[in-house]
């Protein structure tokens, strides 16, 4: 017997405020509810999707470089998309997890420890409230990670030029590269809402981890870094079990030399990208964890700040070095993050909000930029030697 699938949407207006549950009923089988959560989490994956297409398909152009001008405008279309996103939040946040009652609204503040109470009888008020603190913990989230994505971008650009990636090919690594971070968020976000759900005590020891993470870029935050391609364990494992072609084929991944199919040097690069950024989830997920609970406005606002990563690597990548203090801030901005995360409890009588937090964190990377930009680095001039003089002291006749 064919099942027909009825979908079924029912409005509640609650207090002049529109509310919606939705229903799945399969005639010939068994009733199935689909929650608000996943039609969001679906709905966002879909918009996310189609704003990937839309880039592959009609704004990257084959070997092309991008412009500044060119991620420039891509970086202000994708913050754009973030802050319509966040206002968005801050007017229909109560409608991912279906918020219909003040009875709800507790049960939801109390699962995501989120740092606002309930006041008074109105339903709208609070709903008003929750809001706009769900809003305002998507902002930082995303704030955070954007921060945080300025140090994969100085991993990335060395890459790039240790493997002597032709500029034109930038843009396909990363598109891929972006597409793959997004799956390994995905899961590592929803496993450690599960786990901090599971295991409170976890929050102590991402917060431990973020003052060691802080300290050691602190440390080494003068150290030269260098990539050696032989001995990487990334390109030992792909020698080991995979043919892989001398030389760069354009663009492609993969090319057939008499027959035989084969890895290029890109794809090569694109797999220790990958690699690499699935290092950099294990500090930025733990610092998201400590601005909101909630897994959907991690996974947000992480997203989000992920899919600007591409437009920043290129807008950044010329003057990056020019921003010498900025290493110093990401890891005092570490350090505070994983305090936070220590003296959750503490701070939370003292009334520190998710405002607290974003002040902060926008103060932090400010007075670093500032810094880099007011005392740049002095390159020291090479002496002039003087005809005469130097003559004498380091080139005596004979």
Not at 355 to 365: M, Q
Request: glycine share 6%.
């Amino acid at each position: 017997m064919l099942n027909i699938i009825y979908i079924k949407i029912c409005y509640l207006h609650l207090l002049n405020r529109a509310s919606f549950n939705t229903e799945i009923i399969i005639f010939g089988g068994n009733f199935t509810y689909m929650s608000n959560e996943i039609i969001f989490l679906i709905s966002f994956v879909l918009f996310i999707g189609l704003i990937l297409a839309l880039d592959l398909g009609l704004l990257h152009k084959k070997n092309q470089e991008v412009t500044l001008k060119q991620a420039g405008i891509m970086s202000f279309v994708m913050v754009a998309i973030s802050l319509s996103f966040y206002y968005a939040i801050t007017q229909f946040g109560h409608l991912i997890h279906n918020i219909d009652s003040l009875e709800k609204l507790q049960t939801v503040i109390n699962k995501n420890h989120h740092p606002i109470k309930i006041v008074g009888d109105s339903l709208e008020a609070n709903l008003a409230k929750y809001n706009a603190n769900l809003g305002m913990e998507f902002l930082t989230g995303y704030v955070v990670e954007y921060a945080l994505s300025v140090d994969n971008i100085f991993v990335i650009m060395l890459i790039f030029t240790s493997f002597k990636v032709d500029k034109s090919n930038y843009q396909p690594v990363l598109f891929w590269g972006i597409l793959g971070a997004i799956v390994m968020r995905f899961i590592f976000i929803f496993v450690g809402a599960a786990l901090i759900a599971q295991f409170g005590w976890i929050l102590y020891v991402f917060g431990a981890f973020l003052v060691y993470t802080g300290v050691k870029m602190y440390l080494e935050r003068n150290k030269h870094e260098e990539i050696d391609i032989q001995h990487h364990p990334i390109v030992k494992i792909c020698n080991k079990y995979f043919k892989i072609h001398p030389h760069f084929v354009g663009e492609k991944f993969f090319v057939t030399m008499n027959g035989i199919k084969k890895m290029t040097p890109l794809l090569l690069v694109l797999i220790i990208v990958e690699f690499t950024d699935l290092i950099f989830a294990v500090d930025s997920i733990p610092a998201i964890f400590s601005v909101t609970h909630d897994p959907y406005i991690v996974f947000f606002s992480n997203i989000f700040a992920i899919m600007g990563l591409r437009s920043m690597f290129f807008l950044l990548a010329n003057v990056i070095d020019k921003l010498r203090y900025l290493k110093i801030g990401l890891a005092v901005l570490l350090v505070f993050i994983g305090v936070k995360m220590l003296a959750h409890h503490y701070l939370d009588d003292l009334g520190f909000t998710t405002s607290h937090s974003l002040i902060i964190i926008v103060l932090i990377l400010a007075v670093s930029i500032i810094t880099s930009l007011v005392f740049p680095e002095r390159i020291p001039k090479a002496r002039k030697l003087h005809p005469k003089t130097d003559e004498k002291k380091n080139f005596p006749r004979h």
